[in-house]
């Protein structure tokens, strides 16, 4: 009997053992790696409490970067570009402090491993590699772009609990609401104007985004490139969706709440003209529908087939309606890039184009040295800067598996595509366990998105790409972990059966 008559009355699930003592048993991950939630001391706690501010900082910093290069110090706009770094050194630096980092976490690391690895290619660059004056520049910035921010994804993925990933999905999406009106105001701006360009008069200093029509240029919101936008957009079209399909259990925002948040994130679609952030969009919906054979559980997989299909042609029929605009620009843009890929890509258009970016590298295999022509080389600053090495241009890489020719040299290169295709995997097991173990749709949306991102995406040749990709990769293996406080093995809507003698009063 227990102590107290009149309070729940806690049964185990049959043939089990008592859903409590089920609780405390920590899951694990693909390959091995825990992924519950360590307990932590005070002082430990407060160092993680510190970690999930300086994340949310360096999301508002991503956003905050492009609107201060653009309207405020558009002479300093270099410079503005690493505004994000001191505060990312100061993440590990408290997590260091504070043993935050996990422990036998595989992939993490081989991150490591790879940086340091990059250190060396890159000395080795520096003494065996052609001349050029930009040499030791492009060196740390490419070092940047592809090890400074892997960390991050495994430090987010350990320290964010539910509450906090809840938290910065619901920052995410009310920033979409002003962002949006953002958006439209750029996109009926004219394409010089200080709203899309920036307040400086001089060129070389202006933010101009790609073409849209002979009239309109892509909006590019605060943010210093349209790439940039895109991935805000994506990233948060992907956390709405999850939210949508998730059930009242796993406290999803209010409706009014989507509502609102939802019309400023289509509202961005709808502007964008686009065709990547709606392929992007299109795998999220896809994705959404896979969880209705994934998951488990009648209605999470009742929700997964009616409310992306219902929201998708809702959305199709409304956008010449609400955004006639941008609809049209939409549309004339597509069929404008269509004709010039399919004489490249023949039948296949843009998609040829976007698988095309998985194979580009190889013809990079036999034409670049042993060591890569040099770290940053096959990237965007380079470009920009007319780098020449023993006075030719380094080979050009417009892909990201091509740039890593250029940068690490066809063995490394390799290693390091291998290095992104496995973590994918990875991510992917996480995910799928999630929708089957939870009922939890969030990881899968996520994987969605940040799978694209680190597979196909720019991750190494553009920085809020590169941020995003890492950032939302970690997003998903904390979501990925079981509800704190709620089984590891069990769905959470089903984790605790109550008796009949007393009424309900939520999770222990």
């Known amino acids: 009997m227990p102590a107290n008559p009149a309070a729940p009355r806690w049964q185990p699930r049959p043939g089990g053992r008592p859903a409590a003592e089920r609780s405390r048993a920590p899951a694990r991950g693909a390959g091995g790696p825990r992924v519950a939630a360590a307990p932590l001391n005070p002082a430990q706690e407060r160092g993680r409490q510190t970690v999930v501010r300086l994340v949310f900082l360096l999301l508002l910093l991503a956003i905050a970067e492009g609107a201060i290069r653009k309207w405020i110090a558009p002479q300093w706009a270099t410079y503005i570009f690493f505004l994000r770094d ?56 490419g070092w940047r772009a592809y090890f400074l921010y892997a960390p991050l994804a495994f430090l987010v993925g350990a320290q964010f609990r539910h509450a906090d990933v809840k938290r910065f999905f619901k920052l995410l999406l009310w920033l979409a609401v002003p962002i949006a009106l953002l958006t439209a105001a750029q996109f009926f701006s004219p394409a010089n104007a200080p709203i899309n360009v920036g307040i400086a008069t001089q060129e070389e200093f202006q933010f101009r985004g790609p073409g849209l029509t002979a009239e309109r240029i892509r909006p590019q919101g605060p943010f210093a490139s349209a790439a940039a936008q895109q991935q805000f957009v994506a990233a948060s079209f992907a956390v709405l969706l999850a939210y949508v399909l998730s059930a009242r259990g796993l406290l999803p925002p209010r409706w009014l709440v989507l509502v609102i948040t939802g019309a400023g994130v289509l509202t961005c679609m709808a502007f964008s003209g686009s065709r990547g952030l709606f392929i992007q969009c299109g795998i999220s919906v896809v994705v959404a529908m896979l969880v ?66 998985l194979i580009d590298f190889v013809r990079l295999i ?42 690490l040299g ?39 998105y940040a799978a694209t991102v680190i597979v196909a995406g720019q991750l190494t040749g553009q920085g809020t790409i590169n941020f995003f990709g890492w ?32 009424p309900a009063r939520g999770f222990p």
């Open 86 to 141: 001191p505060f990312l050194l100061l993440t590990y630096f408290v997590a260091t402090r504070h043993s935050l980092w996990p422990k036998r976490q595989l992939f993490l690391q081989i991150s490591l491993g790879l940086a340091a690895m990059g250190v060396l290619i890159t000395a080795l660059q520096f003494a065996t590699g052609g001349h050029s004056e930009y040499r030791v520049v492009l060196g740390i910035y």
């Open 292 to 357: 209705a054979i994934i998951g488990r559980g009648g209605a999470l997989k009742g929700r997964a087939l009616v409310w992306p299909a219902v929201l998708t042609v809702t959305a199709l029929l409304a956008y010449p309606v609400v955004f006639p605009a941008g609809y049209d620009a939409f549309i004339e843009r597509w069929n404008a890039a269509s004709i010039t890929e399919s004489q490249t890509f023949a039948n296949t258009a843009v998609f040829g184009r976007a698988l095309y970016g």
């Open 366 to 407: 036999d034409v670049v040295p042993l060591l890569g022509t040099g770290m940053g080389f096959g990237g965007n600053a380079a470009i920009s800067l007319g780098v020449l090495v023993d006075g030719a241009p380094p080979p050009f890489a417009e892909t990201d598996f091509a740039r890593h020719m250029v940068d």
């Open 410 to 448: 066809p063995l490394f290169g390799i290693i390091y595509i291998v290095f992104r295709l496995a973590f994918v995997g990875y991510l992917t097991v996480l995910a799928v366990r999630a929708a089957r173990r939870h009922r939890d749709p969030m990881p899968m949306l996520l994987w969605s």
């Open 471 to 502: 950032l939302f990769a970690g997003l998903l293996m904390a979501s990925a972990r079981p509800r704190e406080g709620l089984p590891a093995s069990r769905p959470p809507l089903a984790a605790l059966r109550r008796t009949p003698a007393a």
